[in-house]
């Protein structure tokens, strides 16, 4: 069965349903904590009665910095939203290790940001090195990949379409919430994971909702296209792409086409207006949530509950 580590200011954490027992390591880093793995069992297995996690202030669990890596439009969900057709290739995108935040932290917007939108994702977290070259079977992904995280892939739409800029408007401060569970897995634990939901709601409505299913390049694949340019490292994060249901949509083909003919600034400034009437982008005092689960509950990557605030 899968473990739940939490991490706060004062260390990490064993949960053990709604109690939290200290891990007796001295690991700083996430890479460190997979290193002491000893310590975590040691921590699973105590009889200590533990701290109520409700007492408990869950910081990342991912330690940076690190590689912060992301494939792009990777659940046909997502793919159909987007106006895709046909064979997508695989593509992948960094993200500055500095936008990793904790899994109750506000989401930042900048104040140039209008369209802020959010974007669900099951993070991979490596537990070994995996040098440029590396082919990973379905198999060999207990060797590679340590553990589980929820991650948002916060965007400022603006940036990234008008400029094609996915590394800015990904990567500001805040953008990759992160947690609150870095969930360590057994091997048996991976025949599982086709199995895991993400949800996603603001102020509870919902807006995303999809199994691993819906994954167009999966995670053993995932990883060996990227080996083929990128090593990772123990502790760096791979997030696996989000399904349908964000506020950014393609809009319909007659509006493209007659889009196509327009020059670049008059075209953007149209599309833009036109998504100013869209009530799905993230405003200043909601309140995004997030789960990851198998519906058994036996890989459970916790809540993660995000307020949105304006810079100061």
Wanted: net charge neutral; hydrophobic share 40%; glycine share 8%.
């Amino acid at each position: 069965m899968s473990t739940n580590v939490l991490r706060t200011a004062d260390g990490w954490w064993v949960v053990r349903g709604d109690r939290a027992v200290p891990v007796d390591t001295k690991a700083a880093t996430t890479a460190e904590l997979l290193a002491d793995r000893a310590a975590v069992r040691e921590a699973a297995a105590s009889g200590e009665a533990g701290t109520p996690v409700a007492d408990l202030v869950a910081i990342s669990p991912v330690t940076t910095p690190c590689r912060v890596v992301a494939q792009m439009v990777n659940y046909r969900s997502h793919a159909r939203d987007s106006g895709f057709k046909g064979e997508i290739p695989p593509a992948f995108f960094r993200k500055a290790s500095g936008s990793v935040s904790g899994p109750c932290e506000a989401v930042v917007r900048p104040s140039h940001v209008t369209f802020l939108d959010y974007e669900i994702e099951l993070g991979l977290v490596m537990g070994a090195p995996l040098p440029v070259g590396t082919v990973v079977e379905e198999r060999d992904l207990p060797s590679y990949v340590a553990g589980l995280v929820i991650t948002n892939d916060i965007s400022a739409r603006e940036v990234q379409l008008t400029r094609t800029q996915f590394y800015e408007s990904k990567s500001y401060p805040t953008f990759t919430p992160t947690g609150p569970h870095l969930t360590l897995l057994e091997p048996e634990d991976f025949a599982h994971l086709l199995d895991l939901r993400l949800k996603l709601s603001v102020n509870g409505e919902p807006r995303q909702d999809r199994t691993l299913a819906d994954m167009i390049v999966r995670p053993a694949q995932a990883l060996t296209l990227l080996a083929r340019f990128q090593t990772l490292d123990a502790g760096d994060l791979l997030l696996t792409g989000t399904p349908g249901g964000t506020a950014l949509k393609a809009p319909p083909k007659a509006v493209e086409k007659i889009g196509s003919l327009l020059p670049p600034a008059v075209k953007w400034k149209a599309f833009f207006k036109s998504q100013a009437k869209n009530p799905h982008y993230l405003h200043t005092g909601d309140v995004i949530t997030a789960t990851i689960a198998t519906p058994d509950g036996r890989i459970d990557l916790g809540e993660q509950r995000t307020p949105v605030a304006d810079a100061n």
